[in-house]
T-cell receptor
Framework: GAVVSQHPSRVICKSGTSVKIECRSL??????MFWYRQFPKKSLMLMAT?????????EQGVEKDKFLINHASLTLSTLTVTSAHPEDSSFYIC?????FGSGTRLTVV | GENVEQHPSTLSVQEGDSAVIKCTYS??????FPWYKQELGKRPQLIID?????GEKKDQRIAVTLNKTAKHFSLHITETQPEDSAVYFC???????????FGTGTSLTVIP
């Protein structure tokens, strides 16, 4: 079956810095990938759709300048949380082809 | 956009009993409905799915039913076991888009 790899699994960063999260499709090509955010004991909220070779499509209420998405190849999408704040602390998870990555626990201190 | 509601938020059953989780969706264009199981700190795992041209699907102890007219679908787990304890999410999507809108989750506890 499809395998999606996400890195890093955990990251702690200081307020004001930027953090990049990678999502890779290991055994298939993904023209589209999806980024979700999950708060503790809450559901997964779709943040944006990452489109290979074009701009990402953001869900209502998600700041595109805050959460930069790049999908430069058919196997890699990146999410960069810019100028991170403590309220950005969350579990970020990507998906492609109905398969989820392992998630990234971001803590902003 | 799509709005998926899920009930109950928590569910406790005795081992061996059945568990039922229900979801409703709002967008009649949605035609793919997966169910995911998420254990603490882990990624969601697809356990079963159903497409809108099917009313019911079963895989061993797990079954899903879909009422397209009423826009609701349900997950049924029979002969529950302690290892079934987890959070379960329903989702709805349009197959072509492949983006999911999730329900709020159900925390299932199976009591030995």
């Amino acid at each position: 079956g499809a395998v999606v790899s996400q890195h890093p699994s955990r990251v702690i960063c200081k307020s004001g810095t930027s953090v990049k999260i990678e999502c890779r499709s290991l055994d298939f090509q993904a023209t589209t990938m999806f980024w979700y955010r999950q708060f503790p004991k809450k559901s997964l909220m779709l943040m944006a759709t990452s489109n290979e070779g074009s701009k990402a499509t953001y869900e209502q209420g998600v700041e595109k300048d805050k959460f930069l998405i790049n999908h430069a190849s058919l196997t890699l999408s990146t999410l960069t949380v810019t100028s991170a704040h403590p309220e950005d602390s969350s579990f970020y998870i990507c998906s492609a082809d109905y398969t989820f990555g392992s998630g990234t626990r971001l803590t902003v201190v | 956009g799509e709005n998926v509601e899920q009930h109950p938020s928590t569910l406790s059953v005795q081992e061996g009993d059945s568990a039922v989780i229900k979801c409703t969706y709002s967008d009649s264009a949605s035609n793919y409905f997966p169910w995911y199981k998420q254990e603490l700190g882990k990624r969601p795992q697809l356990i079963i799915d159903i497409r809108s041209n099917v009313g019911e699907k079963k895989d061993q102890r797990i079954a899903v039913t879909l009422n397209k007219t009423a826009k609701h679908f349900s997950l049924h787990i029979t002969e529950t076991q302690p290892e079934d304890s987890a959070v379960y999410f329903c989702a709805a999507s349009k197959v072509a888009g492949n983006q999911f809108y999730f329900g709020t989750g159900t925390s299932l506890t199976v009591i030995p």
